[in-house]
């Protein structure tokens, strides 16, 4: 009986497949339909509203010019210390921060302020150093970046802080009659075809009330996490006063990066924090103060602002 059983589940029909190739090729079909209909549904909608709404101009001409004859003769220790606080951020890495090092070891060197002459053509007057700050020269980086203001704040705290009392043959308080000449007049349009820097484009019409939010929301973690540093550097025993001092500068200088920093210490991310502060994360921002401090020293900063609530 049990052979039988066997035998005649062995010869069983089997059961008949369920799905089917054209149930399948039809499913997929729908799903793309659906997805494609979603995509020029949204697409068209975008377009409705982008019809009633200002468009965003970017000034391709270049930024109206400053005022450069009061721009160059305004070396007040405010300007230079604003000056101080950009150069540490972004010219030490290759000029050194004292000016007369080459840290990076570019080739050729980058000019020593304490004893070279100035290698661009125009000398080294107020104007002729801030167009180098705006078009570069030869392996020099032009800095758009910056505003006019902010470029000749680097300019006044090189010359008066090195230049005037270190390398006086070198030091041009002002610009020359022939160079005063070829000074646009306020408010002309570019800076012998400079563009203007997509960080300083004004933005117009809704797009502005739009990121007005979000912009003062940045503004208050910005000025917390200058308040942070600055009472840190209060608190600064003289071993980790010098590199506080440069991190004040640093957050001042680059507030983005000084938010970062603030995460990693809240973390307690030692390495994260080193990695951010010697410019070791690929970013290519060698800062020269940090990266050649000890590891000693950065612990004592590290700790410093830890211990800031």
């Not at 468009?55 to 305004?74: C, F, M, V, Y």
């Not at 080294?124 to 203001?149: H, I, R």
């Not at 440069?246 to 938010?259: E, S």
């Not at 809240?266 to 940090?290: C, P, Q, Y």
Request: glycine residues 8%.
């Amino acid at each position: 009986m049990s052979a039988a059983h066997d035998d005649a589940h062995a010869h069983a029909p089997e059961q008949p497949e369920v799905s089917h190739p054209l149930l399948w090729s039809a499913l997929i079909l729908g799903i793309m339909a659906f997805l494609a209909w979603l995509f020029f549904h949204f697409l068209f909608q975008g377009m409705h509203v982008a019809r009633h709404m200002e468009k965003i101009h970017t000034d391709q001409a270049g930024e109206p010019e400053p005022n450069h004859d009061q721009l160059s003769r305004n070396n007040s220790q405010a300007v230079v210390d604003e000056g101080q606080a950009i150069y540490n951020a972004k010219c030490a890495s290759c000029h050194g921060a004292q000016g007369n090092t080459n840290p990076t070891n570019l080739k050729p060197a980058p000019r020593n302020f304490h004893s070279e002459d100035w290698k661009n053509d125009k000398g080294g007057s107020p104007y002729a150093l801030y167009l180098v700050l705006t078009k570069g020269y030869n392996t020099m980086p032009a800095f758009p970046g910056l505003s006019p203001e902010q470029r000749y704040a680097v300019d006044h705290y090189i010359t008066e802080t090195w230049t005037k009392k270190l390398n006086a043959n070198a030091y041009v308080a002002d610009n020359s009659d022939d160079l005063k000449k070829q000074i646009p007049p306020p408010g002309a349009t570019g800076v012998e075809g400079a563009e203007r820097h997509p960080e300083r484009v004004e933005l117009k019409g809704p797009v502005r009330s739009l990121l007005a939010g979000i912009a003062h929301g940045e503004s208050v973690q910005v000025k917390s996490v200058r308040a942070w540093a600055a009472l840190a550097r209060n608190g600064a025993k003289p071993e980790t006063a010098f590199l506080a001092d440069r991190f004040v500068a640093l957050v001042d200088a680059q507030p983005a990066l000084g938010q970062h920093l603030h995460v990693a210490v809240k973390a307690g991310d030692r390495k994260r924090f080193d990695t951010l502060l010697a410019g070791s994360d690929g970013s290519g921002a060698v800062r020269a103060d940090f990266s050649l401090a000890s590891a000693d020293q950065v612990g004592g900063l590290f700790e410093l602002l830890k211990g800031v609530k």
